[in-house]
């Protein structure tokens, strides 16, 4: 057994391929280039606008394309405040369930809570859309308002998911020593629960903001799509995405490189969004 | 306390049952086998949702197919080309982790934009499949990266151990390793694409006719769902058809899932 | 048959070997002895090439297989890993059965058909004795002391010239480290079997030559060799008699010990397992629990 017997391949053609190593690793390069290059591309196209004569434009409070006035405030205006209503629906609610399923019901009853909130959070968010335009606008109207629960409804389930993973993972010792010093359930719930989880619950409204803040269909669905700065809860608004998919087809010159700068403004917003999330979650950590 | 949560817990419940049964009883009238394949009628205000079917696995096989070389891309370079816990490393696994949040409204006007006015491409599945790719990736190769970083530690070297080389015990004992994980991450693209609404209306179009093509238009379901609520007067019945069969896709993604992920902590 | 010259390793900073010369011979059990420091397995790592794999690890030197350098660039890897096989002190199960781990590497490095690998893998896995019920069995449901030696019998099926074992009876029973013990005496007939290892009975039942290898604070270096009976019997140097000693008298060593201990030079043996980013080799996790190990290196 001193001399193999074994023809190895080695010799000739190791198994190796350094081919398709180069080819994975050029994938790669180009994945992590793909959305930059999208930002790029936004920057780029919508520079055209940034001249001197629309310029200035971008700073009313006028959309008016036709005669290339581009005011973006109604639009960033539109979108700031159906995401907070949409926000200030879904964190208390979503909040409020997840205690309830983690605090005092009984176990049967979170299960059919947490299979309900994944349902809920897979569902299109066409699917809330259609809901509101059916039930809610021909009450209100289409309006902020509706514009707002419809993005609550489609944020919820995700909010309520993530903040129930937070309470899951508290260390069982800081329950019961809270437990142990007589505390009331209110009391545990406010003083140690919530103080615990804090960063991660701000994560999960950061994510959620993220979502509403990019929503487009659902919320054109509802909103009444007029670009003016809105003067009621009740009143019609408008968005920077619903102004994408409302005027994109047809948008030429101006107009249409005036749209990549309001696509790049939402994503601005949401990386603002996102940024913002993650820093006061962490200043609550250290503090 | 106690009181403020039931209710919120209560109209979790209520929001879940309001939706289902408006959706369940409006859509069920018009849900039978002959809708999944029919032809869509009047304007699709009757008949079947074939061609918006056909449509939608058309986006979702393309997407995925030219979104899956790519993602196995990002996900090699971060785990098996950079050096390991490098700030390089971390910095491309915080790069796609960022980029999976990117609104895909603006992805979608790219793709319109780039894809469809640049390259001519027009209102084409294939636009759509281009643009999905896009948003798809990002999720698919955080997925990859978490499945190959969670193969047993030895694997590698035990494998290179016995000179099998870095290609072979990568396609061999990590890849099949990792299996689980990377299901779940080709799941949760699949579910991402069949909600998109927004960045596929703007680049595969509202069609109902049957696409022949990859260069024909053609509505996916949820992009369907809006344009019957939306732009078609008398539309909202087969609205809420559409969003049925969503609503069962969706659930049936939901279950795949869930069971991954138990196969997964096995 | 293997020689290495002025061996030097460092890996994340930290030098594990120091200047190591140490000649093996061609045949019989070769038996590198030490304690706890991380050192032996760095020195097993680095026959294989190790180094190639772990971007941290920086090794210096020469290490020759029968007169070539191996860590010459030219020299294939993959060849050399076949000609010799290391067999790690925590095995990793492929997925698949028994069968299919031995098969395995056959598969992928050879030209041989199917029927041919097969042949080799039923001899390797009767030459550990791996009961033949048990072929078929997932590798991941084996026991300790079948997985060891399924271990074995996948370097064995290659044929190599020279064997590496790490602690091969680490951690099984009696009965098992007793069926470990005479596959090495069975193997080592024919080629030369390394074996690291802290055990000085298994040294003394088994071992042709020994090596007895310390860690400083500045590297591993050779502290004694020579045939196994004489350097147990009659150990020269101080590390390598308080080391026998410790091993024949367990506690009473150190009593004698501490005299020279004070009069020694040596540190005592450092911990050089780190968390984090850099694991210098040897020092594999305790539990199997699946740990960041993934060993990227730059493109050449």
């Known amino acids: 057994m001193a001399t193999p017997t074994i023809e190895y391949v080695a010799e000739e053609r190791t198994g190796e391929s350094r081919i398709g190593w180069i080819a994975l690793g050029a994938l790669g390069v180009l994945a992590i280039a793909m959305i930059p290059g999208v930002l790029i591309y936004l920057l780029v196209t919508g520079s055209g606008v940034l001249d001197r004569t629309h310029l200035p434009t971008l700073f009313?409070?006028?959309?008016?394309?036709?005669?290339?006035?581009?005011?973006?405030?109604?639009?960033?205006?539109?979108?700031?405040?159906?995401?907070?209503?949409?926000?200030?629906?879904?964190?208390?609610?979503?909040?409020?369930?997840?205690?309830?399923?983690?605090?005092?019901?009984?176990?049967?009853?979170?299960?059919?809570?947490?299979?309900?909130?994944?349902?809920?959070?897979?569902?299109?968010?066409?699917?809330?859309?259609?809901?509101?335009?059916?039930?809610?606008?021909?009450?209100?109207?289409?309006?902020?308002?509706?514009?707002?629960?419809?993005?609550?409804?489609?944020?919820?389930?995700?909010?309520?998911?993530?903040?129930?993973?937070?309470?899951?993972?508290?260390?069982?010792?800081?329950?019961?020593?809270?437990?142990?010093?007589?505390?009331?359930?209110?009391q545990m719930i406010g003083r140690l629960a919530l103080v615990v989880t804090r960063p991660r619950l701000i994560a999960a409204a950061g994510v959620s903001l993220t979502r509403a803040l990019g929503e487009a269909l659902a919320v054109e669905m509802v909103c009444g799509n007029v670009a003016a700065i809105p003067d009621g809860i009740t009143a019609p608004v408008r968005t920077l995405t619903t102004t994408l998919v409302q005027e994109f087809e047809y948008a030429t010159g101006a107009h249409r490189e005036a749209l990549h700068l309001v696509a790049l403004a939402v994503v601005l917003l949401a990386a603002i969004g996102a940024t913002l999330a993650v820093r006061m979650a962490s200043k609550q950590v250290s503090s | 306390?106690?009181?403020?949560?039931?209710?919120?817990?209560?109209?979790?419940?209520?929001?879940?049952?309001?939706?289902?049964?408006?959706?369940?009883?409006?859509?069920?009238?018009?849900?039978?086998?002959?809708?999944?394949?029919?032809?869509?009628?009047?304007?699709?205000?009757?008949?079947?949702?074939?061609?918006i079917i056909l449509s939608t696995v058309i986006v979702l096989a393309g997407s995925i197919l030219f979104a899956l070389p790519l993602a196995l891309g990002g996900a090699v370079l971060k785990t098996e080309l950079l050096r390991h816990h490098s700030r390089l490393a971390r910095g491309v696994m915080g790069a796609f982790e960022v980029m999976v949040s990117v609104p895909s409204v603006a992805i979608g006007l790219v793709g319109w934009s780039l894809f469809s006015q640049w390259l001519g491409l027009g209102f084409s599945l294939l636009s759509g499949c281009l643009t999905m790719t896009?948003?798809?990736?990002?999720?698919?190769?955080?997925?990859?990266?978490?499945?190959?970083?969670?193969?047993?530690?030895?694997?590698?070297?035990?494998?290179?151990?016995?000179?099998?080389?870095?290609?072979?015990?990568?396609?061999?004992?990590?890849?099949?390793?990792?299996?689980?994980?990377?299901?779940?991450?080709?799941?949760?693209?699949?579910?991402?694409?069949?909600?998109?609404?927004?960045?596929?209306?703007l680049t595969s179009g509202i069609s109902t006719r049957t696409p022949e093509s990859l260069g024909d238009p053609g509505a996916t379901l949820a992009v369907h769902v809006y344009h019957m609520a939306r732009h078609v007067p008398g539309g909202e019945s087969m609205a809420y058809t559409t969003s049925l069969a969503l609503l069962l896709i969706c659930i049936a993604v939901h279950v795949a899932l869930a069971r991954l992920k138990k196969e997964s902590a096995a | 048959m293997?020689?290495?010259?002025?061996?030097?390793?460092?890996?994340?900073?930290?030098?594990?070997?120091?200047?190591?010369?140490?000649?093996?011979?061609?045949?019989?059990?070769?038996?590198?002895?030490?304690?706890?420091?991380?050192?032996?397995?760095?020195?097993?790592?680095?026959?294989?090439r190790e180094d190639l794999e772990d971007p941290d690890v920086h090794v210096s030197g020469s290490i020759l297989l029968r007169g070539k350098e191996i860590r010459d660039r030219r020299f294939p890897v993959h060849r050399l890993r076949q000609r010799v096989g290391l067999v790690m002190q925590h095995p990793v199960p492929f997925p698949g059965t028994a069968f299919a781990n031995v098969t395995f590497a056959l598969r992928c490095t050879t030209k041989l058909d199917r029927t041919a690998i097969d042949a080799r893998a039923k001899k390797a896995l009767e030459e550990v004795g791996l009961e033949r019920q048990h072929w078929e069995t997932p590798a991941e449901c084996l026991s300790g002391g079948q997985l060891k030696r399924l271990s074995i019998a996948r370097t064995i099926a290659l044929e190599p010239e020279v064997i590496l074992?790490?602690?091969?009876?680490?951690?099984?029973?009696?009965?098992?480290?007793?069926?470990?013990?005479?596959?090495?005496?069975?193997?080592?007939?024919?080629?030369?079997?390394?074996?690291?290892?802290?055990?000085?009975?298994?040294?003394?039942?088994?071992?042709?030559?020994?090596?007895?290898?310390?860690?400083?604070?500045?590297?591993?270096?050779?502290?004694?060799?020579?045939?196994?009976?004489?350097?147990?019997?009659?150990?020269?140097?101080?590390?390598?008699?308080?080391f026998v000693r410790a091993a024949r008298e367990g506690a009473s060593a150190l009593v004698h010990g501490e005299e020279l201990v004070a009069g020694l030079t040596y540190d005592v043996p450092r911990?050089?397992?780190?968390?984090?980013?850099?694991?210098?080799?040897?020092?594999?996790?305790?539990?199997?629990?699946?740990?960041?190990?993934?060993?990227?290196?730059?493109?050449r």
């Open chain 3, 2 to 48: 293997i020689e290495f010259r002025k061996l030097t390793v460092t890996a994340c900073g930290a030098r594990i070997i120091d200047g190591l010369d140490l000649i093996l011979p061609e045949k019989g059990t070769a038996m590198i002895l030490g304690p706890s420091g991380c050192g032996k397995t760095t020195l097993l790592k680095s026959l294989i």
């Open chain 1, 60 to 186: 009313s409070t006028e959309w008016y394309p036709g005669e290339e006035i581009f005011g973006l405030v109604p639009l960033v205006l539109g979108t700031l405040t159906t995401s907070a209503l949409g926000l200030l629906i879904a964190v208390p609610v979503g909040l409020g369930s997840v205690i309830f399923f983690r605090f005092y019901s009984p176990a049967s009853i979170t299960r059919l809570g947490e299979s309900t909130l994944g349902v809920l959070s897979g569902l299109p968010s066409v699917i809330f859309g259609l809901f509101g335009t059916v039930w809610m606008v021909p009450i209100f109207g289409p309006s902020l308002l509706v514009a707002g629960v419809v993005l609550a409804m489609m944020i919820l389930p995700t909010f309520a998911m993530l903040t129930l993973a937070a309470f899951r993972q508290i260390p069982k010792g800081t329950m019961e020593s809270g437990a142990a010093l007589g505390l009331r359930r209110e």
């Open chain 2, 1 to 51: 306390m106690k009181a403020a949560s039931t209710i919120s817990a209560i109209l979790v419940f209520l929001t879940l049952l309001l939706i289902g049964a408006d959706i369940v009883v409006e859509g069920a009238a018009g849900l039978s086998i002959g809708t999944l394949t029919d032809a869509v009628r009047d304007g699709g205000r009757a008949g079947g949702l074939g061609p």
């Open chain 3, 271 to 299: 911990e050089t397992c780190g968390s984090g980013g850099c694991e210098p080799d040897g020092c594999e996790p305790e539990s199997s629990e699946p740990v960041r190990g993934s060993t990227g290196r730059k493109m």
């Open chain 2, 134 to 201: 896009l948003i798809i990736v990002p999720i698919m190769t955080v997925a990859f990266i978490g499945g190959f970083e969670m193969v047993p530690a030895g694997l590698r070297m035990n494998s290179l151990a016995l000179g099998v080389t870095r290609w072979q015990t990568f396609w061999r004992q990590v890849v099949p390793s990792a299996r689980p994980a990377l299901a779940a991450g080709v799941t949760l693209a699949i579910g991402r694409v069949t909600a998109e609404t927004a960045a596929l209306m």
């Open chain 3, 165 to 242: 074992l790490d602690e091969p009876s680490n951690g099984l029973d009696p009965l098992a480290a007793a069926r470990v013990e005479q596959l090495i005496t069975t193997l080592s007939q024919n080629r030369l079997v390394v074996v690291v290892t802290h055990d000085v009975s298994l040294v003394q039942r088994i071992g042709d030559a020994v090596y007895f290898l310390w860690p400083y604070r500045t590297g591993c270096r050779l502290v004694e060799e020579g045939p196994a009976q004489d350097v147990l019997d009659n150990p020269k140097e101080p590390e390598t008699r308080l």
